[in-house]
C-alpha cells in the first residue's frame, strides 16, 4: 500500500511569515499533486510535479518534488489571511487504461491558519 | 467553480439504511472518480469509471457501488450505513488527466 504522510498536521501563523508544508512517501509515484481545500468546497489543483527534483513556482508559492521522487515540499513565502486553507498532496497512479483519469492516493493533509 | 455537481448537499441517514449520492461530471468528461473525506483527513479513493465501466477501486467493501450513465453522470449506492461512514463524500471528473471535484455531499450517519 502507497502512503503519503504529511507534516506538520496543522500550522498557525501571522501574516507575513513563511511557511513549509512536508509530503513524504515510501513509494516512488509517477508525479506528485499539491491541492489546496477550503470549507464547503472540494479539493481545487494547485501545481503537479512530474521530474524529481523539479521546482515549480506559483506566485509566492514555492513546491519542490524530491530526487528520488518520494517527496515533495510546499513553501508559502509573505503569508496572507487568503492563504488559509487545508493543502493536500496526492501521489499519481496512471491507470491501465490511459484515456481515463489518474487515480490518486492522498496524504492526510495539513490545515495551515493564516492571521491578520 | 469547476462545473462538477453533487447532490444532495448534506444527508443525515440512520445506521443500517441505504443512500444514493449523485454527480454530474463536468461537459466533455468521461471519466468520474468518487472519494471519501472523513473529518481531519485526506480524501480516500473509493473507486472509479470510466465510460460506464468500473476502472478501478479502493479498499473499500461491497456496499459501496456505484453506476455511470451514458450521460457521464454518476451514483454513489452505500448498503447498510454504519456510523464510520459519515464523511464528505467527494467526486471529480476528468479526462485523460487532472481531475476537477465537486462540492462534495456532507453524510452524516446517527
Known amino acids: 500500500t502507497q502512503l503519503l504522510e504529511q507534516s506538520p498536521q496543522f500550522l498557525s501563523i501571522q501574516e507575513g511569515e513563511n511557511l513549509t508544508v512536508y509530503c513524504n512517501s515510501s513509494s516512488v509515484f509517477s508525479s506528485l499533486q499539491w491541492y489546496r481545500q477550503e470549507p464547503g468546497e472540494g479539493p481545487v489543483l494547485l501545481v503537479t510535479v512530474v521530474t524529481g527534483g523539479e521546482v515549480k513556482k506559483l506566485k509566492r508559492l514555492t513546491f519542490q518534488f524530491g530526487d528520488a521522487r518520494k517527496d515533495s515540499s510546499l513553501h508559502i513565502t509573505a503569508a496572507q489571511p487568503g492563504d488559509t486553507g487545508l493543502y493536500l498532496c496526492?501521489?499519481?497512479?496512471?491507470?491501465?487504461?490511459?484515456?481515463?483519469?489518474?487515480?490518486?492516493?492522498f496524504g492526510g493533509g495539513t490545515r495551515v491558519l493564516v492571521k491578520p | 467553480e469547476t462545473g462538477v455537481t453533487q447532490s444532495p448537499t448534506h444527508l443525515i441517514k440512520t445506521r443500517g439504511q441505504q443512500v444514493t449520492l449523485r454527480c454530474s461530471s463536468q461537459?466533455?468528461?468521461?471519466?468520474v472518480s468518487w472519494y471519501q473525506q472523513a473529518l481531519g483527513q485526506g480524501p480516500q479513493f473509493i473507486f472509479q469509471y470510466y465510460r460506464e465501466e468500473e476502472n478501478g477501486r479502493g479498499n473499500f467493501p461491497p456496499r459501496f457501488s456505484g453506476l455511470q450513465f451514458p450521460n457521464y453522470s454518476s451514483e454513489l449506492n452505500v448498503n447498510a450505513l454504519e456510523l464510520d461512514d459519515s464523511a464528505l463524500y467527494l467526486c471529480?471528473?476528468?479526462?485523460?488527466?487532472?481531475?476537477?471535484f465537486g462540492p462534495g455531499t456532507r453524510l452524516t450517519v446517527t
Open positions: 496526492a501521489g499519481v497512479h496512471n491507470g491501465v487504461i490511459k484515456a481515463a483519469g489518474n487515480k490518486l492516493t
Open positions: 461537459s466533455g468528461h468521461n471519466t
Open positions: 471529480a471528473s476528468s479526462s485523460r488527466g487532472e481531475q476537477y
